[in-house]
């Protein structure tokens, strides 16, 4: 390309990189959750303080202009309108009282002056500041006790009003029965359904943390279901070739005494006994469904031999057939291990390269297997993803089940995240029984090498 194309080629794509970067800014950047904040969280406070300062000064305004009271009894009533406002956020019963009782000296104070200013009357038996004081005093009682009480408040107010109004009656005045019912009756809906959703809200958070509960827990339980599924093809294979031994055996010696007879008989009986009490087990054990355990991510069926850490390079290759870029390592010198603890080796590097798969695309992993004197150590770690991973349910369950089957075998397993973005599970699993540890110091076992197992948080990577 000649330098004249070069350049407008680069004036070309310049306002359309631009426009994109403007595109990302303006139309699809995604804003950070806003930070809590003391002040929010005090707002509903400081807007009642202010309606009640404005309560106050308005109705000492009202009672002493325009309902001429004098300055004492004006003070008193203005001061005790917006008051029930602010006892009302933490004592909403009592506020009411104050405000009904307010209203009353009130009503009674200016019903012998409603005839002076025909021209210009004033509002009775509700002054202006005293309806504002009573809607929020009610809206903040619904809010707080239960519907029955706030329903009762609002037929007293409902009742003292006619009585006032309707029943003794005043002179010639601008009344506020009608309008302080209707706006009364709403509040009191409004509070009642705000309540109400605030109460569900509350009940579908308690309901959604007991399911959660109760998931992890039927998660657990199912996961120590199959896992004794599968043991039970290892135990039931060693019961069989004991009980195959002790029926060879005393043709195996000529002239065997009859002690030697019956104790083979013995130790075969208790053999098949104890295949039998197996089958018993995994009947109940078994699954509703048979055709779930159907087959797994390395193919194999529920009738098919359980997985050793020899099929460790087909379950790689099998990834990577699903599109994830593993390598794997084994270091030490590779010995036969206890059915139990390979076939737990090979579960927890076959559930991490799932989670691998689920929760990290565009990840890499790799996956390391350590032969040490008293145990096997297992890890798997992989990169930072390069893209989000899709929305998983059920996610962290894997991670019970990995537990599950290091913790039976008296083992540890740790799973968490790198320094680099990337996570890593690292399993300890031991070849004694459980409650030798991992690692006991033998005399002769020298001071350093591969029989100290790594700190997990260790790359080796």
């Known amino acids: 390309m000649t330098e004249t194309g070069t350049r407008r080629a680069d004036w070309t794509g310049r306002p359309l990189r631009w426009l994109r970067i403007l595109r990302d800014d303006l139309c699809t950047a995604r804003p950070d959750p806003l930070p809590p904040s003391v002040w929010l969280r005090w707002l509903p406070h400081g807007v009642l303080c202010l309606a009640a300062f404005g309560i106050t000064v308005g109705g000492i305004a009202q009672l002493r202009n325009n309902g001429h009271l004098g300055l004492g009894l004006a003070l008193v009533l203005g001061l005790a309108q917006g008051a029930a406002v602010l006892l009302a956020m933490w004592r909403p019963v009592p506020a009411w009282w104050v405000s009904v009782g307010a209203m009353l000296v009130g009503a009674v104070a200016l019903r012998g002056r ?3 200013t025909p021209e210009n009357p004033f509002t009775w038996p509700w002054p202006v500041a005293g309806i504002f004081a009573q809607l929020l005093v009610l809206l903040l009682l619904a809010l707080r006790v ?5 329903v009762e408040a609002l037929a007293v107010t409902v009742l003292v009003t006619w009585l006032l109004d309707g029943v003794w009656g005043a002179p010639p005045h ?5 309008i ?3 706006l009364a009756t709403i509040v009191v809906a409004l509070g009642t359904a705000l309540r109400g959703r605030r109460e569900a809200r509350a009940e579908l958070g308690r309901q959604a943390s007991l399911t959660e509960e109760e998931r992890a827990r039927r998660t657990v339980l199912e996961e120590r279901s199959r896992i004794a599924r599968e043991l039970h093809d290892v135990v039931a294979h060693h019961m069989s070739v004991i009980s195959i031994q002790a029926q060879v055996a005393p043709h195996l010696v000529e002239n065997p005494p009859d002690e030697l007879r019956e104790n083979l008989e013995g130790i075969r009986h208790n053999a098949l006994e104890a295949l039998t009490e197996l089958r018993r087990v995994l009947g109940v054990l078994r699954s509703e469904s048979p055709d779930e355990d159907a087959s797994d991510a390395s193919g194999t069926g529920p009738h098919s031999p359980q997985p050793t850490l020899d099929r460790l390079d087909a379950l790689v290759e099998n990834t990577r057939a699903a599109g994830l870029t593993v390598t794997a390592r084994i270091n030490g010198e590779r010995r036969p291990m206890q059915s139990g603890v390979e076939l737990s080796a090979y579960r927890i590097v076959q559930e991490a390269l799932s989670n691998v798969l689920r929760h990290a695309p565009g990840a890499s ?3 390391e297997i350590e032969y040490i004197p008293y145990g096997l150590l297992v890890s798997v770690a992989n990169s930072r993803p390069t893209r989000p991973a899709p929305p998983s349910p059920g996610a962290g369950h894997g991670l019970l089940g ?3 089957r290091a913790a039976m075998l008296g083992g540890s397993l740790t799973a968490a995240p790198r320094a680099d973005g990337g996570y890593r599970v690292f399993a300890e699993l031991p ?7 991992l690692v006991p110091r033998h005399p002769a076992a020298p001071a350093s090498g591969t029989d100290r197992a790594p700190d997990p948080k260790d790359d080796h990577v």
Do not use: D, F, N, Y
Request: charged residues 15%.
């Open 402 to 404: 990995m537990r599950e």
């Open 174 to 178: 601008q009344s506020t029965s009608v």
């Open 365 to 367: 992993a790799h996956v």
């Open 146 to 150: 239960r519907v029955r009480a706030a």
């Open 180 to 182: 302080t019912v209707v």
């Open 431 to 437: 070849a004694a029984a459980p409650g030798t540890g």
């Open 114 to 116: 409603l005839g002076e």
